[in-house]
Every structure is written in C-alpha cells, then in structure tokens.
C-alpha cells in the first residue's frame, strides 16, 4: 500500500486530468438543446454532467426539468449518444467480438480470499451490481468491510486505487472493524479510513436520494466501488402487508435499477447485501429465500449465497450471466475475508451442497 502522500499524490493528478477532459466531467450544457434555464433545473436534482443525465431514467429526468417523457426520453438519449460519441459507452449495435475485447478489460476488485474470488473468476467486477444474501451473521457485513480495503490497494494487489461509498442502512459500518482489517493487512489505517465515504440512510426515500446524488461523490472522490448494506431493510420495514406490496416492488424496482446504470455509465463496482426469509411450505432443501422478491433477483448481475458451516463460511454462486453454479469455503478473521488455513492459499476447495 502506498503511504497516504503518495496516495494524495496519485488521486489528485488523475482527478485533474479527467476533470478537464474526461466524460464524467462533461457538464449538460454541452448538450444541444439544453439552455441555461433546464441546466439550472438539472443541477438542482443533482444532475450536472453528461454521464448524471444519462444514469438517470426518462421519469426522473421529467420530474427535474418538469417536461412529458417524450423530452426528457430525447434528453436521456442525446446525453448517451454523447457518450458513445467520446468512446465512453458502446454503440447500439455492436459485434459479440467487440463486446469480448470490453469485457476482457473490466476492472476487478479482489475480495481478500482466493477462494471468493475463483467464485467469481478473478474478483468483483466493475459496470456489474453483485448481490450477497445470508442469515444474519453470515458474513455479509464482513465482505463489505473487507472490499472497502480492498479497493484501495494497487492493481498488483487486487485493488484499483479507488474509493468506496458506503451506503448504511442497518447501522452495521464499523470502523473500528476496517482499522482491524487494514492492520492485519499491512495498510495505514488512516489512509484507509479517509477512503471511504460513509451515507447513513434512514428511510427507504432517503436511501433514494442518496442514491440520486452518487454521480457527485463518484467525480469528487474517484470512487471505484459502491456498498449498499442491505438494499432492502427500509423498504421492507415500512412496506407491511399485502396492500403495500405492489407500492414497495415499484420503488425497489427503480432502486435496483438506478444501481444497474450507475454501474455502468460510472464504470463502478457495487455491491449490494440483502437479507432473507424461511419458507416453511419447503419440505426439502433449504428454505431459506433472499427477499425483494423477482424484482432483486432479476436486477442483480450476479446473486451469491452465503451460509454458516461451523466456523467456515460457504458461498454459493446462485445466479450469473455465465458463471457455473457451484460452491467455494472462505473464512472470516482479523484480515476479514480469507481462505481457510488448510487450504492454502493456491488451491480452493470444492464442497457438497448440504
């Protein structure tokens, strides 16, 4: 790890370099059509760039400048085709040969234990939403504290020398517990520390809102990876009932969506933790379901089981665009996240499903 002057050192000449030409630093002005009247419009429902315009749905775009969805659609568009434009995003049609070189350089962001990252083949990845369910004390928690680490260190190391947004809603961020890791993990804890920007979310419409305003801290902090923990506590909490059930499906379904494109028009890592509940009609298996019903399950880009095994930890990846099915054997000590002590560190392990 780098000592945190280097480090200042680093994010402070890439951050003004992309500043000045990079497309997350392009302001809608530059787009046609968009005046000084919608501009202050936009800006103030927090969309100040090309790439915010483009993250956002036609709906949301609609409400801010208080136009039908038939303009702001236009406006959505003109702001992607902005970006394919600057080589940022791809084009609408586009061989599967091009679209292998693309996914071939995606960033990867290792978890701290090989095991986990063989699961995923090679590491959390960027422009994906990666969702982690389990009972409680499963782990969960631990993995987000893990990667908040993890990030920061240098490529060689697993890490993309970027920084983390934690979004809380459990109350669950610790940070005694990423001083821990980061110790245990040869890095400076304060430097680890002032890498991770932490928003408290107490209800399901401000989680939303903290949301909305991602693309800021994304462009001000050089933000590579992003933590929901959990996605969704509040809107079950405040949902009760089946007469709220449809109410509380659409806004999640907007949440889960609105993470699926911050992670692509930002090229960022997120990471999403949900929990779970008992079917008792299950004779046979494990009863336990991720909850958020088809809305999560369809939206997350990878969906990965954790379970309790005495004092290990077994992750199963349930659902991925072309990952196997199968299960790896990780640990949890004072480094967070590792591989059992006697597997090594070279050989992952396979095990039955119980």
């Known amino acids: 790890m780098t000592s945190k002057e280097e480090k200042e050192q680093d994010d402070e000449g890439s951050f003004s370099s992309k500043k000045q030409s990079g497309p997350l630093y392009l302001e809608v002005?530059?787009?046609?059509?968009?005046?000084?009247?919608?501009?202050?419009?936009l800006n103030t429902a927090g969309i100040v760039t090309v790439a915010d315009l483009a993250s956002k749905s036609p709906t949301e775009v609609a409400d801010a400048i208080g136009s039908d969805i038939q303009r702001a659609t236009e406006i959505c568009?003109?702001?992607r085709e902005k970006l394919v434009e600057m080589n940022y995003l791809g084009e609408n049609?586009?061989?599967?040969?091009?679209i292998y070189k693309r996914r071939k350089a995606i960033d990867r962001i290792s978890t701290g234990s090989r095991n986990l990252d063989d699961l995923f083949a090679g590491g959390i990845e960027t422009q994906a939403v990666t969702e982690f369910y389990g009972e409680f004390g499963s782990g969960k928690t631990q993995i987000c504290h893990t990667l908040c680490v993890m990030v920061q260190q240098p490529l060689e190391l697993g890490g993309l020398r970027g920084n983390v947004?934690?979004?809380?809603t459990e109350n669950t961020f610790r940070p005694e517990r990423i001083v821990g890791i980061a110790e245990a993990r040869g890095c400076d804890p304060q430097v680890i520390l002032d890498g991770i920007i932490v928003a408290k979310a107490y209800n399901s419409s401000h989680q939303e809102l903290i949301m909305s305003e991602l693309g800021?801290?994304?462009?001000?902090?050089?933000?590579?990876?992003?933590?929901?923990?959990?996605a969704v506590a509040h809107y079950r909490a405040e949902f009760l009932g089946r007469g709220t059930l449809s109410e509380?499906?659409?806004?999640?379904?907007?949440?889960?969506?609105?993470?699926?494109?911050?992670?692509?028009?930002?090229?960022?890592?997120?990471?999403?933790?949900?929990?779970?509940?008992?079917?008792?009609?299950?004779?046979?298996?494990?009863?336990t379901r991720a909850t958020g019903g088809h809305v999560v399950a369809h939206t997350s880009t990878y969906r990965v089981y954790i379970r309790?095994?005495?004092?290990?930890?077994?992750?199963?990846?349930?659902?991925?665009?072309?990952?196997?099915?199968?299960?790896?054997?990780?640990?949890?000590?004072?480094?967070g996240v590792d591989d059992p002590p006697e597997e090594g560190s070279s050989r992952r392990k396979q095990v039955t499903t119980s």
Request: glycine fraction near 4%.
């Open 29 to 41: 002005e530059e787009l046609e059509g968009i005046g000084p009247a919608m501009k202050a419009k």
């Open 216 to 230: 800021k801290q994304v462009r001000e902090h050089e933000v590579k990876l992003v933590i929901v923990d959990s």
């Open 93 to 98: 049609f586009v061989s599967a040969t091009e």
């Open 77 to 79: 568009e003109k702001a």
């Open 308 to 335: 309790k095994t005495g004092k290990n930890r077994v992750a199963r990846m349930v659902d991925s665009p072309y990952h196997a099915e199968r299960e790896v054997v990780f640990i949890l000590d004072e480094k």
């Open 248 to 287: 509380r499906q659409q806004r999640l379904n907007k949440f889960m969506h609105a993470l699926v494109r911050a992670a692509e028009i930002y090229n960022i890592a997120i990471v999403a933790t949900n929990q779970v509940l008992s079917t008792p009609d299950t004779f046979f298996g494990d009863p």
């Open 165 to 168: 947004v934690y979004i809380d």
